[in-house]
Every structure is written in structure tokens, then in C-alpha cells.
């Protein structure tokens, strides 16, 4: 089945560690987006990428770093300059579709926990 | 100003009521615009496009408003199933996905 898959669901990280999120996707989507949403709160995005080799900063991207090597794929390491990491992390891919705009598809998300 | 307002609530109806949510944008290029769904805890998923004409599916209607630059939602006869989060998307000129903070809905016995 075509889909977005993020891994792990479920992550614990000790203070001063870098942690990668993982990001798939197999619909050939161009445009792959990471959010970021605390409880209670919206979804705010981090980084963006709508083509290979490419990516741009959202709005809260200090503490992260994102590459895009391949279409399918869009890590997310959050680092040990991201002060509150805790929060649940959203993946998302689109492509722009005739006549019908650019509808994302979101993985499940992971939790992210610091110890 | 954010770029993708919503009232966050919560709307707090009883079953079969009718509901409307209002989300305002500023970028006047704004090209693509969506409604999506989110339980607690879970991922979002599209509840329906936008479109200028508006559409409609089932007990659900929305609308675009171009000039005033906002979309709304409506849903008639709630169900309790409804109860969720709902969120606005808007994408720009460049199909950048913006989402609104969410509005979240609960709807009671």
C-alpha cells in the first residue's frame, strides 16, 4: 500500500543526545514537511522540501537539521541545541495535483521524550 | 498576524446541533485551501478540500471567500464522533502547507 511511515513511534532521549526521526514515503511525492505540536497546541512546521537536494526553514527550525538525499526520504535530527525537544513530531508529503490543490498526507507521528 | 488564524474553542455543542468554524489567511496568493481532521493523539487526515465554489459532502459544507480571504466549515447535525480538532490548511504559491492552530469541537449527549 502507498503510504508515509515514521519511525520510531515511541522515543526517549537523554539530554545532550542527537536523535534522528525517520520519514518514508512511497506515493512519489515531491514536497515532504516536518511539524512539530506540543500538547494542546497546533502543528508548527520545522523544515520543508519540495525537491530533492533541497530544503527550507520553517518557522521554528533552530535545534534541527534535515536532509533530503532521496524523494522518498526526509530525516529530522533534533540536536542538543534544541532546548525542549519533547513533543510529538509529524511528518507530511504532498504533491500539487491538477485542479485540486496540494493535499498532504501525514505519517502516524513519533513521540519524542527527554530523560 | 499569523499567517492561518482559527478560534481554538472549545465549541462545546449537543448532538445534533449545527457548528461553523471560520479560518482567516493573509497571503492573498494563497493558492489551495483544506479543512483536516484530527483525534487526540492520532495524525491529521483531510476532511475535504475547498474549493472557490464551495462543496459540500454529506452533513459537511465549506466555503471559500477569496475576497475576505477566509474558508469556514460548517457541520450540521453533530454527532458525537465529531468530537475532534479541526484544522486549517492553507497552501501558498509556492504549495508551502500552513496549518492553523485547530479548533477543537466536542460534541455532548
Known amino acids: 500500500d502507498g503510504g508515509i511511515t515514521q519511525s520510531p513511534k515511541y522515543l526517549f532521549r537523554k539530554e545532550g543526545q542527537n536523535v534522528t526521526l525517520s520519514c518514508e514515503q512511497n506515493?512519489?511525492?515531491?514536497?515532504m514537511y516536518w511539524y512539530r505540536q506540543d500538547p494542546g497546541q497546533g502543528l508548527r512546521l520545522i523544515y520543508y522540501s519540495q525537491i530533492v537536494n533541497d530544503f527550507q526553514k520553517g518557522d521554528i527550525a533552530e535545534g534541527y537539521s534535515v536532509s533530503r538525499e532521496k524523494k522518498e526520504s526526509f530525516p529530522l535530527t533534533v540536536t542538543s541545541a534544541q532546548k525542549n525537544p519533547t513533543a510529538f513530531y509529524l511528518c507530511a508529503s504532498s504533491s500539487p495535483r491538477q485542479g485540486a490543490g496540494t493535499e498532504a498526507f501525514f505519517g502516524q507521528g513519533t513521540r519524542l521524550t527527554v530523560v | 498576524r499569523k499567517e492561518v488564524e482559527q478560534d481554538p474553542g472549545p465549541f462545546n455543542v449537543p448532538e445534533g446541533a449545527t457548528v461553523a468554524f471560520n479560518c482567516t489567511y493573509s497571503n492573498s496568493a494563497s493558492q489551495s485551501f483544506f479543512w483536516y481532521r484530527q483525534d487526540c493523539r492520532k495524525e491529521p487526515k483531510l476532511l475535504m478540500s475547498?474549493?472557490?465554489s464551495g462543496n459540500e459532502d454529506g452533513r459537511f459544507t465549506a466555503q471559500l471567500n477569496r475576497a475576505s480571504q477566509y474558508i469556514s466549515l460548517l457541520i450540521r447535525d453533530s454527532k458525537l464522533s465529531d468530537s475532534a480538532t479541526y484544522l486549517c490548511?492553507?497552501?501558498?504559491?509556492?504549495?508551502?502547507?500552513?496549518f492553523g492552530t485547530g479548533t477543537r469541537l466536542q460534541v455532548f449527549p
Open positions: 475547498v474549493y472557490s
Open positions: 490548511v492553507v497552501a501558498d504559491n509556492t504549495d508551502k502547507l500552513i
Open positions: 506515493l512519489n511525492h515531491d514536497a
